[in-house]
């Protein structure tokens, strides 16, 4: 008998098959074409689909001296709103991760208080002797400035002496000095400074947030194992024609033009991660130019949406939210498999929903989407064997917890 046996349509390799789960003390023990027997029996309705636990690999959940902009809790009640189970938090704090005990500092403040699961980072800037101390789960350089300012004097030093993989923003400060807009060629000549880079070093590299034709054409063009990269949902659905009509919608990487929105859908099957890169800010801070879009809870939605138009399958959200996050960032007690924690996203394919961002526990209750209608919605959220969101509602305290990943964790 199963504390829990989950039935209805899973999402296996492409196909939705009809089957059960069999879940106890979190962990995912069978999953079966019949019928299993739990304590409790949550059956998933017609039109639904059980998902693995969504991954999230670039969040910015702020806290420390800014929890006007969001919250851990706030932030992380928001991923599972929005299906994401487990969530990579970005070390450009306020102040910023660049020491062990600042790092320490940040896995105090996750415990207690974090909805989802948790990957910690550290900021690598000529730093990497507290880095190794620090032991983070992925660490992250800035080549160019984004919010908070920091970034590295040497990117290849600092690459080469990281204990771990990097995420690395490839925007290049000197062109980034002369042209404040930050074309393309920033982030292009960033790319190619960091392919060079992770040619000769042969270590994990994932290059966040790439948002031109020239730079996913580089990085595919390089074909390096090692080197993986994200797209965002706003770089997917948004141009900086939005931006001209928004100016919330300021954002680093800046929103490109047509072209390149259209090169990501033609090379989508070969983007390893989507990421929202959700960067919560006040309005005031908006108002001041600060640079960033939140995104946890529209994410998972718009993609379902983009399905039902036929822009992509359900099984590209899960290989590129659940299966390579995983592999890339070497997780080892996540997956749709027995034994890993039982982290499911059940998401409603045909409801359709009007956004409406004052409905969102992120602090920033803002979207680009405010009003758009979408078919797809996230429905329920379970997080290691418990219902932690359910059609729109948190359930339970906060029970999220560091995940293992990367530093070679048995
Ligand atoms: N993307 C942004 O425009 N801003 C991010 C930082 C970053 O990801 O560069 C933030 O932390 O606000
Ligand atoms: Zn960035
Ligand atoms: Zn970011």
Same mark, same amino acid.
């Given at each position: 008998?199963? $504390?829990? #046996?989950?039935?209805?349509? %899973? *999402?296996?390799?492409?196909?939705?098959?009809?089957?059960?789960?069999? #879940?106890?003390?979190?962990?995912?023990?069978?999953?079966?074409?019949?019928?299993?027997?739990?304590?409790?029996?949550?059956?998933?309705?017609?039109?639904?689909?059980?998902?693995?636990?969504?991954?999230? #690999?670039? =969040?910015?959940?702020?806290?420390? $001296?800014?929890?006007?902009?969001?919250?851990?809790?706030?932030?992380?009640?928001?991923?599972?709103?929005?299906?994401?189970?487990?969530?990579?938090?970005?070390?450009?704090?306020?102040?910023?991760?660049?020491?062990?005990?600042?790092? +320490?500092?940040?896995?105090?403040?996750?415990?207690?208080?974090?909805?989802?699961?948790?990957?910690?980072?550290?900021?690598?800037?000529?730093?990497?002797?507290?880095?190794?101390?620090?032991?983070?789960?992925?660490?992250?350089?800035?080549?160019?400035?984004?919010?908070?300012?920091?970034?590295?004097?040497?990117?290849?030093?600092?690459?080469?002496?990281?204990?771990?993989?990097?995420?690395?923003?490839? +925007? $290049?400060?000197?062109?980034?000095?002369?042209?404040?807009?930050?074309?393309?060629?920033?982030?292009?000549?960033?790319?190619?400074?960091?392919?060079?880079?992770?040619?000769?070093?042969?270590?994990?590299?994932?290059?966040?947030?790439?948002?031109?034709?020239?730079?996913?054409?580089?990085?595919?063009?390089?074909?390096?194992?090692?080197?993986?990269?994200?797209?965002?949902?706003?770089?997917?659905?948004?141009?900086?024609?939005?931006?001209?009509?928004?100016?919330?919608?300021?954002?680093?990487?800046?929103?490109?033009?047509?072209?390149?929105?259209?090169?990501?859908?033609?090379?989508? &099957?070969?983007?390893?991660?989507?990421?929202?890169?959700?960067?919560?800010?006040?309005?005031?801070?908006?108002?001041?130019?600060?640079?960033?879009?939140?995104?946890?809870?529209?994410?998972?939605?718009? %993609?379902?949406?983009?399905?039902?138009?036929?822009?992509?399958? *359900? &099984?590209?959200?899960?290989?590129?939210?659940?299966?390579?996050?995983?592999?890339?960032?070497?997780?080892?007690?996540?997956?749709?498999?027995?034994?890993?924690?039982?982290?499911?996203? #059940? =998401?409603? *394919?045909?409801?359709?929903?009007?956004?409406?961002?004052?409905?969102?526990?992120?602090?920033?209750?803002?979207?680009?989407?405010?009003?758009?209608? %979408?078919?797809?919605?996230?429905?329920?959220?379970?997080?290691?064997?418990?219902?932690?969101?359910?059609?729109?509602?948190? =359930?339970?305290?906060? +029970?999220?917890?560091?995940?293992?990943?990367?530093?070679?964790?048995?």
């Amino acid at each position: 008998m199963y $504390d829990l #046996v989950l039935k209805g349509k %899973l *999402l296996t390799g492409e196909k939705l098959i009809g089957g059960s789960i069999g #879940v106890s003390d979190g962990k995912i023990l069978r999953v079966s074409k019949g019928e299993l027997r739990g304590e409790e029996t949550i059956q998933i309705g017609r039109g639904k689909a059980i998902l693995p636990g969504l991954i999230d #690999v670039h =969040v910015h959940l702020r806290d420390f $001296d800014q929890r006007k902009k969001e919250t851990v809790e706030t932030g992380t009640m928001a991923a599972l709103h929005g299906g994401i189970t487990t969530v990579f938090d970005m070390p450009n704090t306020q102040p910023p991760i660049l020491n062990a005990e600042t790092f +320490e500092r940040r896995k105090a403040l996750f415990e207690g208080r974090a909805y989802a699961d948790y990957a910690l980072s550290f900021l690598i800037r000529n730093n990497c002797g507290d880095a190794v101390k620090a032991g983070a789960d992925f660490y992250k350089i800035f080549m160019g400035a984004s919010t908070g300012g920091v970034f590295s004097e040497d990117f290849k030093g600092d690459y080469s002496c990281t204990p771990g993989i990097v995420s690395v923003h490839a +925007e $290049d400060a000197e062109i980034i000095a002369q042209n404040p807009e930050r074309p393309p060629e920033a982030e292009i000549r960033a790319i190619n400074r960091a392919l060079n880079a992770a040619e000769k070093l042969g270590k994990p590299l994932n290059i966040c947030h790439v948002s031109t034709a020239d730079g996913i054409w580089a990085i595919l063009g390089r074909n390096l194992p090692w080197v993986s990269f994200e797209v965002t949902p706003h770089h997917l659905f948004l141009t900086k024609k939005n931006y001209e009509r928004n100016s919330l919608l300021k954002v680093y990487p800046p929103l490109r033009d047509e072209e390149d929105r259209r090169a990501l859908w033609r090379n989508f &099957s070969r983007i390893p991660l989507i990421a929202s890169d959700h960067a919560p800010h006040t309005l005031e801070d908006k108002e001041s130019g600060a640079a960033g879009i939140p995104g946890l809870e529209t994410e998972v939605a718009l %993609l379902l949406d983009a399905v039902n138009r036929g822009m992509l399958e *359900l &099984s590209d959200i899960v290989e590129k939210m659940h299966d390579n996050p995983i592999r890339i960032f070497e997780i080892t007690n996540k997956g749709f498999e027995v034994g890993k924690d039982a982290d499911f996203t #059940v =998401v409603d *394919l045909k409801r359709e929903w009007k956004v409406k961002p004052e409905e969102f526990y992120t602090k920033a209750k803002w979207s680009p989407w405010d009003g758009r209608r %979408l078919r797809g919605k996230v429905v329920m959220t379970i997080l290691r064997g418990k219902v932690v969101m359910e059609e729109d509602e948190i =359930v339970g305290k906060p +029970e999220g917890v560091r995940i293992n990943a990367g530093k070679g964790s048995a």
